[in-house]
């Protein structure tokens, strides 16, 4: 399995113009199905893939997970990088969807621009009870403690 990370040409642009605040705006994050494929140029907006969005469902809200900042910027061998608070996902009552890909968006943004997209290098299953741990190296499937 290899993880991934594509920063969407939407983002460059609205960086550029200073139009995303990563100090103030609100960033979330969406489960993406088996069939998606990110496309950087096309896909700038959550509304050109929220189609692909999985469904909601025990322990999944489409649209509901907020990403936490755990350190804004941190600069390294010439470098400028973000870093959000691991992402947890349990399932509860259920499986969840089969999915292969997260969308990071840019919620406060009036057109909700796309940041990028982790894609996991394969589908992920989460069967109930266990737990799904995204972090900027990858992610963990686990069993629920």
Known sequence: ?????????????????GTIDFFSDT????????GFTFDKENHGELLD????EIGSGNGYTQQDITLTTDSAWAVSNNEASISWNDLH???????????KGVIIYDDSHTDNVILGYIDLGESVSLEDGMSLILNELGYDAQEKE
């Open 27 to 34: 960033f979330k994050a969406i489960l993406m199905d088996t």
């Open 89 to 99: 996902i349990t399932a509860d009552g259920g499986n969840i969807q089969t999915f």
């Open 49 to 52: 893939v929220e189609g692909n």
């Open 1 to 17: 399995m290899s993880v991934t990370k594509t920063i969407s040409d939407r983002f460059l642009l609205e960086r550029g113009k």
